[in-house]
Structure formats: structure tokens, C-alpha cells
């Protein structure tokens, strides 16, 4: 039977409702803080499940390693207070055993776990049988397949509401985000998973609070279903991720000031203006490869000549001035310079490959 919550919302009411908002601490630290924290969060009236970590995969050993299982019950209470269904994250049969006895309504897999495929089925197994919600993270690596594997996994467990949280990718040294986004790989899993909720993690991709609400906002924009956010009574002193946790008010703010997209259904002016510009968008990518099937035809006649006089295909000279051209056209026409090096990247190769082909013929 499935449990019911306070307001007679069951769990599958607030699986499918969108946006889905999940917000709470990084990780559990003390009772009074849990259930400060939960009642701050209800009080907002913008967030639908509570989050906290129990056990936390810490990259170093020596930082807080989560309360364990003695915070379980602060979860339940934090739900009788509050009515907010509740998740945890797990990565061990014991976990999973631990949070089904204590009612836990969603369990996530964390990015550290999903790398692993013995983690994922150890948790998978322990799974079995069970009517639990499960959130898989990205893994840490840009790897779709283990993202995809690890969903694989837990659904021949036969966990039927099965969702996807994308929280960003690592990188060597530093960049602008502590996870890089790369937002087409989140876009390819969705597209791979059609009908799959997928929910986005701005601050485990952000690493800082300054830039939670433009990576929530570009989600929204790229159609997610949800976000989960961290969120601590008092963010500077929270005992991990500090720097990247907000407020439960500052938290509902910026829940407040999201702009929402929703497809207006009902316009039938508004899906004609669209599909004009669609068919539009056709004919360009149309012309876009019939040039491209051009370029490399042009391509092949250089690999000729240089095939009968002898000269190798690379010449690193003749590449750096087709980029130097393409970034100072690019920049009057408004194309980002990762895009015109990206762009012209894939662009060579393919001309290298038709010319190789004309070489080795
Ligand atoms: C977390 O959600 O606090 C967490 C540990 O996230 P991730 O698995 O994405 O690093
Ligand atoms: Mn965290």
C-alpha cells in the first residue's frame, strides 16, 4: 500500500508534480537543525521533498563523514512536523535496508556510487522488491553509458518510478563551475530516456551560491522536470558545502523568481508561429549540409592535387589562419568562440577523412 502523507498527498501525487522541487542541508548535522531546517522549507510553501545526506562520500578522509543512522529518525520526524516527504542518498545494502525501515520516501544514488557497477548493484539487489522512488546522479565522469547502465540496474530490480538528477561532471584544476555542466549530455540522456523525470542539481554544479539561479534557470529553460537545491538555517556554518548552501527563505526567493516555461497548449496561434520558424530552422540545416557536402567535395580535389604532388594532408600554417578568419567573422555574427573552434574542429576532421580516403585510393 502506498503511503499516504499529511494533506492525503500521496508519494506518486508528488513524484509527478512539476516543477519538482527538492531542497534541504547538504547533510544531516543535528536534530533541532533538520527539523529547523524542514519547518523554514514548508513555511516557504515552494518546495515539495525534503533532502538531507545521512552517510557522505567524502573525497579526503578526516572531513565529517555524515551523523549515520541515528539521523533517520530526525527524517521522520521532519515529515510528521511538516508533511514533506523525505530523501536520503544510499550507497550499500545496509543503507538501503536502514532507509526502508525508518519510511524514507525517495532514495537517490550519488554521483560517487553510479561510477560503480558493483556499488549500483549491490544497491540494485538490496532494492529488490521494495516500492521506493529512486534519483540516480550522473556519474562523476562524463560517461552516459554508466549513467544509463546504472538505471539499467536498478529498473531489473524492478523499481518502476526511477528518475535522473544531473549534477554536473568533475575536471582536472579549476574552472568556472566545481562540476562542469555540460549541458548536452544531460539533453542526450533525456533525449535517450524519453518520458524519464530528470532534475537538475545546481549546487553540486555550481560549488557557490552567486551562480545557483542562472544554472536553475537555464534547466528550466532546457525543459528539466525539477531542481534540487541545498539549502541550511545558517549556510556558512553548515558541516559541509558550506559555501554552496542558501537559506530555506533566500531558497524560496529564488524558487519565487524562477521564470517557468510551460508549453500554452491551448494557443493554436502560438504552435503556428512556432512550426513556421521550425520549418525555417529545417531549411537552414538543409542548406547547412548541402554546403558542408560541398566543402568536402572541394576537399577531395585538394586531397587529389596533393596526392599527385606529394605533400601531406596537415598543414598547421593553412589551420591557424582558417580559425584566425573564422573567430573575427564569427564574433560580427554573434558565434562564441568555443563554438566557431568546436564547429571548425569537427569540420577538419571530416575534410581530413574525405582527403585521407582520396589519398589512400
Ligand atoms: C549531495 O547531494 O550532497 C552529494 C553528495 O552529491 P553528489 O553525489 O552529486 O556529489
Ligand atoms: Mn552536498
Avoid at 547538504?26 to 518546495?47: D, H, I, W
Wanted: with cysteine.
Amino acid at each position: 500500500m502506498e503511503q499516504t502523507l499529511e494533506h492525503s498527498k500521496t508519494i506518486s501525487d508528488v513524484w509527478n508534480k512539476r516543477p519538482l522541487i527538492i531542497s534541504g542541508p547538504c547533510s544531516a548535522e543535528t536534530e533541532e537543525q533538520v527539523l529547523e531546517t524542514a519547518t523554514r522549507l514548508a513555511a516557504t510553501g515552494k518546495v515539495d521533498v525534503l533532502r538531507a545526506g545521512i552517510w557522505k562520500p567524502r573525497t579526503r578522509p578526516g572531513s565529517f563523514e555524515g551523523v549515520g543512522t541515528k539521523g533517520l529518525p530526525w527524517m521522520q520526524k521532519a515529515k510528521e512536523l511538516t508533511g514533506l516527504p523525505v530523501a536520503i542518498e544510499v550507497a550499500t545494502a545496509k543503507q538501503v535496508e536502514d532507509a526502508l525501515h525508518f519510511g524514507i520516501d525517495i532514495l537517490w544514488i550519488g554521483a560517487r556510487t553510479t561510477v560503480n557497477p558493483f556499488s549500483v548493484q549491490e544497491v540494485a539487489d538490496a532494492l529488490r522488491g521494495a516500492d521506493v522512488p529512486v534519483l540516480i546522479k550522473n556519474p562523476i565522469n562524463p560517461d552516459l553509458e554508466l549513467w544509463i547502465g546504472a538505471v539499467e540496474r536498478v529498473a531489473k530490480a524492478g523499481i518502476k518510478n526511477i528518475g535522473l538528477i544531473h549534477r554536473g561532471f568533475s575536471s582536472y584544476g579549476n574552472t568556472e563551475y566545481r562540476n562542469a555542466p555540460m549541458w548536452h549530455l544531460a539533453i542526450e540522456m533525456k533525449r535517450r530516456n524519453p518520458g524519464m523525470m530528470i532534475i537538475n542539481d545546481p549546487s553540486h554544479i555550481c560549488g557557490n551560491r552567486h551562480m545557483l539561479m542562472d544554472v536553475a534557470q537555464k534547466a528550466i529553460d532546457l525543459d528539466f522536470d525539477g531542481l534540487i537545491i541545498e539549502s541550511h538555517i545558517d549556510p556558512d556554518k553548515a558541516w559541509s558545502d558550506a559555501k554552496q548552501q542558501v537559506t530555506p527563505e533566500r531558497l524560496g526567493e529564488m524558487i519565487g523568481s524562477i521564470r517557468w516555461r510551460t508549453e500554452d497548449v491551448a494557443s493554436e496561434e502560438y504552435h503556428a508561429a512556432l512550426e513556421k520558424l521550425r520549418q525555417q530552422i529545417n531549411h537552414l540545416d538543409d542548406e547547412l549540409m548541402q554546403i558542408l557536402g560541398q566543402r568536402m567535395k572541394v576537399a577531395e580535389k585538394i586531397g587529389q592535387y596533393k596526392k599527385d604532388n606529394n605533400i601531406t594532408i596537415l598543414q598547421t600554417n593553412r589551420w591557424n589562419s582558417i580559425l584566425e578568419r573564422a573567430f573575427a567573422k564569427g564574433e560580427k555574427l554573434g558565434l562564441s568562440k568555443e563554438f566557431i573552434t568546436k564547429y571548425f574542429d569537427a569540420v577538419h576532421m571530416e575534410s581530413i577523412n574525405h582527403q585521407n580516403k582520396v589519398m589512400n585510393s
